[in-house]
């Protein structure tokens, strides 16, 4: 069955960084698009940063310039590279594929204090 394990984050004050990592128990993991997504309680979760098999990415407008999302197809390994922190990014973040997504890990929560 699919897993995904999301480990790396923590307390960070603002303007901090951190770097999150998803490893994906999953077939063919190199074929598909990976996400990172956030969610905070009460709320919709919500993808921040995607890169497809190629390596191309794209990032919600809030993380850009902020967040890089990275892949290591012969790990299986997704990464998440914060910096710039900024309160408003506590959550607990999440990876995943994105077009056909399995069952959600229990994610990593970051917390920004000002």
């Known amino acids: 069955q699919d897993q995904f394990v999301e480990s790396g984050g923590g307390k960070v004050q603002q303007g901090g960084s951190l770097r999150l990592s998803c490893e994906a128990s999953i077939w063919s993991f190199y074929a598909y698009t990976m996400g990172w997504y956030r969610q905070n309680p009460g709320e919709a979760r919500e993808w921040v940063a995607l890169?497809?098999?190629?390596?191309?990415?794209d990032y919600k407008d809030f993380v850009k310039g902020r967040f890089t999302i990275s892949r290591d197809n012969g790990k299986n390994m997704v990464y998440l590279q914060m910096d710039t922190l900024k309160p408003e990014d506590t959550a607990v973040y999440y990876c995943?594929?994105?077009?056909?997504?399995?069952?959600w890990g229990q994610g990593t929560q970051v917390t920004v204090s000002p």
């Open positions: 890169i497809d098999p190629d390596g191309l990415t």
């Open positions: 995943n594929r994105h077009h056909t997504q399995g069952p």
